[in-house]
């Protein structure tokens, strides 16, 4: 069973493009596509119709940036980290922060 680099709910760090520098938590990661979507980064404008429930207009939406472009940080230390697989007393896989090594998520 593989480990799985950046899961839901995670804290990255943006690496490249627009909001570079910015930190935030993952909504929903794509692994076909390689893609992520973070909260309050990579903002865009949506256009929308009006319906007789939902009033129209101009909203904003988070989309979509490549995986590669965001670094997970480790909640321990809050710095942006590669994490190493390491085992837990059980056996169990689990990331380990490679500053602190403490156990991330």
Do not use: W
């Not at 493009?17 to 929903?28: A, L």
């Amino acid at each position: 069973m593989a480990i799985a680099p950046i899961r839901k709910k995670d804290k990255v760090l943006v690496l490249a493009g627009k909001d570079r520098g910015k930190q935030g938590d993952v909504i929903e990661v794509d692994r076909v596509k390689g893609r992520v979507l973070v909260a309050k980064v990579n903002m865009v404008k949506k256009h929308a119709k009006g319906t007789p429930q939902k009033p129209g207009g101009i909203q904003d939406k988070e989309a979509y940036l490549p995986l590669s472009k965001v670094k997970l940080v480790c909640p321990k230390c809050g710095k942006a980290t590669r994490f190493k697989v390491g085992t837990i007393s059980d056996g169990t896989k689990a990331r380990v922060c490679r500053h602190c090594g403490e156990m991330i998520g």
